[in-house]
Every structure is written in C-alpha cells, then in structure tokens.
C-alpha cells in the first residue's frame, strides 16, 4: 500500500516536501497520491479510494470482487464502497448501506464485502448482463453458490435494487470461463433455448475437450472463439485435431466468433436442434 498516500500524512511525517510531491506523484483521488511514473492499477486505485474514505470504507462491488480473485475487471472500474459520505468523487461510488458484520472480512489490509455480500451488491447494482458477467467470474474464483448470495438477500428486504437481483443471480454459472461466454450464454436464454450446461467435457478415451457450452441431451454444443484460435498457430493446429475429435463422439458443435451476429447464431443453432429432432420456438427480439 506505500505507493498510494494521504498526501497530508507524507508531508507531515517529514519524508516528502512539496516539491517532490508535485513532480513525482499525481493525485488519484482528493488529498490521495500516487507515483506520476505508472498507471494506477485496479489494486492501487481501491487503496486509494479506502484512503480516501478515511480508512473505514468498506470495499464492495467490483472491487471486491476483484480482490476475492475475480477476473475480467478494468483497471479504470468505479471503486464501490460502504461508507458514511455524502458525496464521493470522480472514480469512486460511495453508498450509505446496512450492512451486518457478518458480510465483512479482513483482506490484505482491507476490509471487504464478503463474496456472499459481493455477489448481492453486484445484482442489485449492475445492469443484468454485467453482473452476470461479473457474477460468473466471482462464483468460479469463489465457489460461491445462488444459494448463498440469495439468502444473504433477505436480510436486507429494503435495499436498493432488490427486485431485480434475484434474475441476475439466477443466471450466474461458473463455467462462464469469459465474458464473450456469458455474453453467448445469455444470448440463448433470451432467444428461449433452453439454459445450456457449461464447460462439458469430451473424450474419445484418449483425448479431451471441455465445450464451452451446451445440451448434452441431443448432442448440440456452441464454443466461442476468440482471437487467440486463429493468430496462434499452434493453438489452430491442435483445434483441428480437438474439433474433428469432438465430432466423433456425435457432437455438433458450433463455433463463435465475435464477428457473428446474434440473428446467425441463433439460426445456426435453432437448425441443429432441428437437425437433431428438437424444433423450438424461439422469441422474436423485441
């Protein structure tokens, strides 16, 4: 925590002048510093705002789940806090909230909301698909439950936000390994597939492929690709051997890729669930 300071307390303690306080740090938030010479990082930016706070903030939301190893978070993300302030500036979100002490524990110096709490502020807080992108990485770093995070929900029947966190939280899956895979996700439960399993794995017994997503009941799996598949040589060599596998063992697997648009992915797969047997109908896109 020493690169980022209470300018005030630096300068008091005798181990800053002024001089080197205006040439070699920049301020990150109100009366709080750190080094001019690199970027603040997402870590460096939440020690700020805890600083800022007067040292009682507790760290919530995105932040905190960054902190319980959540991937897929900027570093420029606002920093929510718990904390008594009747305003807070540009980069961090203050909100004035209840909440029990059990919904709090102690990391790297911190206090934070427990992943539990994470998970509940993150529902009520984000529009659904970035807290169900978010929420999918903090339940794979976690083990975090629905369950868990629901029932925390309870407890606090008059917050901000209730009523929409329980869809959110619903739709949270750990095996959304990325967020262009909770995007294709929720992609399908909005279209009206049924709500595919995630990270299946596949074997011809010798080797295996884990598909991003799919239904194993006819057979039909979807795996985005991202840039990686195709500039990294030998990672498209070894998708040939790993796709022409996994249409041994009977699968139809479509692949994405961020160039599809949503109406191609949605009729590439509403055919194979006909192919299959398994005619739908779908909802039309409001």
């Known amino acids: 925590m020493d690169e980022v300071f209470v300018g005030s307390e630096r300068l ?16 990150l938030f109100p009366g709080v510093y750190a080094p001019k010479s690199t970027a603040a990082s997402l870590r460096a930016r939440t020690v700020g705002a805890w600083l800022w706070s007067g040292r009682d903030g507790i760290v919530a ?20 806090l718990i904390a008594r302030r009747d305003r807070s500036p540009t980069g961090i979100i203050a909100r004035n909230e209840r909440i029990d002490s059990d919904e709090v524990m102690a990391v790297g110096g911190l206090l934070v909301t427990t992943p539990a709490r994470t998970a509940a502020d993150l529902a009520r807080h984000l529009r659904r698909d970035e807290a169900v992108r978010h929420l999918d990485a903090l339940a794979a770093a976690t083990h975090l439950s629905a369950d868990d995070a629901l029932a925390l929900l309870t407890r606090h029947p008059r917050a901000r936000g209730l009523r929409r966190a329980p869809t959110a939280i619903g739709l949270m899956d750990p095996g959304g390994q990325s967020p262009k895979e909770t995007w294709l996700r929720l992609l399908y439960c909005d279209a009206g597939f049924p709500r595919p399993t995630t990270q299946i794995p596949v074997t011809d017994g010798v080797y295996k492929a884990v598909l991003d997503m799919g239904w194993e009941d006819i057979l039909v799996a979807a795996d985005f690709d991202g840039s990686q598949h ?9 998708d040939i051997g790993r796709n022409e596998m996994v249409a041994r063992q009977g699968w139809f697997d479509l692949h994405v890729v961020a160039e599809h648009s949503r109406a191609y992915i949605v009729r590439r797969t509403a055919d194979a669930f006909a192919q299959r047997g398994r005619p739908l109908r779908l909802r039309r896109r409001s």
């Not at 008091?12 to 301020?27: D, E, H, K």
């Open 12 to 27: 008091a303690s005798g181990r800053l002048t002024r001089g080197q306080l205006r040439w070699n740090y920049a301020p």
């Open 61 to 80: 939301g995105r932040a905190a789940a960054a902190i319980h190893g959540a991937q897929w978070i900027r570093a420029d993300t606002p920093i929510e």
């Open 230 to 238: 195709l500039t990294d040589r030998k990672r498209y060599v070894h």
